[in-house]
């Protein structure tokens, strides 16, 4: 209710003058004019997701979880200047929400013009690296990548016929740019020199051309990993160096011309391998999976949001089991890991609150989660409502699905359907999910092909989707996907 109307209601009951109300109302926002005061406020339009925070006069956060009309706390008086803006993006599901009518002077009047209409990024394109060498044997297999535009119904059509771009020394990763320009590839077979590929896209058809100019950059040695920061102006590169054990690097990224500048070392760490990498969504943390003869570990970089420099934390977090994915819900709330270990209990998926104070540690939320097969892939759905985990073996390739509490933990697992449900093709590499959480993409290694399900918005789980397959290149070790 607003406080015009309060007002005027609380002058009604007192059975007040009209001359003593209409001071009231002047006071209070209502009318009038001269000395008053009056209300800041803001239609909203298309709001899906949560998280989003205005501000006016760059105070005065005003927190929205839906649509409609909603209002700031401070008074303004006439004359005055008022200006709103976005503080924060709604995050999950991620939005983009847009200001207009936002400046102006206030009149004798509640200020009613100002609109924010929220939109949901468009899913456009999807691509594999293609590393025809799953098991990595032969560093200098030759390659490709895949290129598709998201049709409807979450199908995806192959650019260019299906006529892949060739890309020597096994490329194993693939991430896009928030601006749906460029696609990176790391060569997990180059010894750095020429360790990332960068691909110019074409913004009708998705297709690749390599990058004019310098599209060959120089990286961490054998890279196994790449992560996009949230700015898009910085992407790591986590590989297994030329001897000296596990890195991960950092590039500047220009996004206007897809250059990379060159690579910095932000950490070495002997005798081990790198088994996972992930970004905090919200840019607060950077996570790295070791494993190896001198054990199981995480290294945890704190992100610090405003230059982004990274900082380490002083000592390696133990683990017992080998990870082998990582995810962060899209809040930067949550790490989950998935463990493959040798035993069938050792096939776990772990949950962990990410501090919001620096001197704070990890800390476990419920115990582990023992699961079916060995888990080799996470993903959280964009409203940071479940965890899929994808599962491999030799008679079952399937992706689970758990629903996350409010506390980040993992709930009962949602039942299949059928036989059908949650299958995948042969030997699952990684899963992603579309911006919107509408449709889920399985690379399949064994199969060369990408399984694409429907996404249940009541329950999380999975059907096939109306085209549920497309062919790849060979053995697609990365997916990426790129909405905007």
């Known amino acids: 209710m607003s406080r015009w109307l309060i007002c005027r209601r609380s ?3 007192l059975g007040a003058a009209g001359l003593f109300a209409s001071a009231l109302l002047v006071a209070c ?3 009038g004019s001269g000395g008053g005061t009056y209300e800041v406020r803001v239609t909203v339009s298309g709001l899906d997701g949560s998280g989003l925070l205005l ?7 005003l927190a929205v979880a839906t649509s409609g009309e909603q209002t700031f706390t401070t008074l303004l008086a006439r004359g005055a200047t008022y200006n709103v803006g976005v503080k924060t993006q709604p995050r999950m599901l991620q939005q983009t929400c847009t200001v207009s009518g936002g400046a102006g002077t206030v009149a004798a009047a509640a200020v009613s013009s100002v609109r924010v209409v929220c939109v949901t990024p468009t899913p456009l394109f999807a691509y594999t690296a293609n590393s025809n060498n799953a098991a990595g044997s032969n560093l200098a297999a030759t390659g490709s990548v895949s290129a598709y535009k998201v049709g409807t119904l979450g199908g995806l059509n192959a650019a260019n016929g299906g006529a892949w771009e060739s890309v020597p020394r096994r490329p194993a990763s693939v991430v896009v740019d928030s601006l749906a320009q460029f696609v990176y590839l790391g060569r997990s077979g180059d010894s750095g020199t020429t360790a990332l590929v ?3 896209i074409n913004g009708i058809t998705g297709a690749l051309t390599l990058r004019s100019g310098n599209s060959a950059f120089s990286s961490i040695a054998y890279p196994q990993a790449m992560a996009l920061g949230p700015s898009g102006t910085q992407l790591f590169v986590a590989g297994n160096g030329s001897g000296s054990g596990a890195q991960l690097g950092l590039h500047t990224v220009d996004p206007v011309s897809g250059s990379l500048g060159s690579p910095s070392t932000l950490a070495t760490w002997s005798g081990y391998a790198v088994s996972a990498l992930v970004a905090d969504p919200q840019g607060r943390f950077v996570v790295v999976g070791l494993a190896g003869a001198s054990g199981n570990k995480l290294a945890v970089f704190r992100r610090n949001t405003s230059d982004g420099a990274l900082t380490a934390w002083a000592s390696l977090v133990d683990l017992t089991t080998p990870p082998r994915a990582l995810a962060i819900d899209p809040g930067g709330r949550w790490l989950y890991i998935a463990s493959n270990g040798p035993g069938l209990d ?5 949950a962990l609150e990410l501090p919001a104070d620096a001197t704070e540690a990890l800390r476990a939320i419920g115990a582990a ?3 079916n097969d060995s888990p080799v892939d996470l993903a959280v759905h964009p409203r940071g409502t479940y965890l899929y985990v994808v599962r491999q073996a030799s008679t079952a390739r399937k992706v689970s699905v758990f629903p996350l509490g409010a506390s980040g933990a993992l709930g009962t697992e949602v039942p299949e359907q059928n036989v059908g449900d949650h299958g995948t093709g042969i030997d699952p590499a990684q899963i992603r999910i579309d911006a919107p959480g509408t449709y889920a993409y399985v690379s399949n290694t064994g199969s060369n092909t990408i399984s694409i399900f429907r996404v249940d918005p009541s329950s999380g789980g999975l059907t096939p989707a109306d085209t549920p397959t497309v062919g790849t290149g060979t053995e697609p ?3 990426a996907l790129i909405a905007r």
């Open 477 to 479: 070790l990365g997916l």
């Open 369 to 371: 989660t023992t699961v």
């Open 11 to 13: 002058a009604a009951a």
């Open 29 to 31: 926002g209502g009318g």
């Open 55 to 61: 501000q006016n006069n760059n105070a005065d956060d």
């Open 198 to 200: 960068a691909y110019a």
């Open 346 to 350: 050792d096939h776990l998926v772990r």
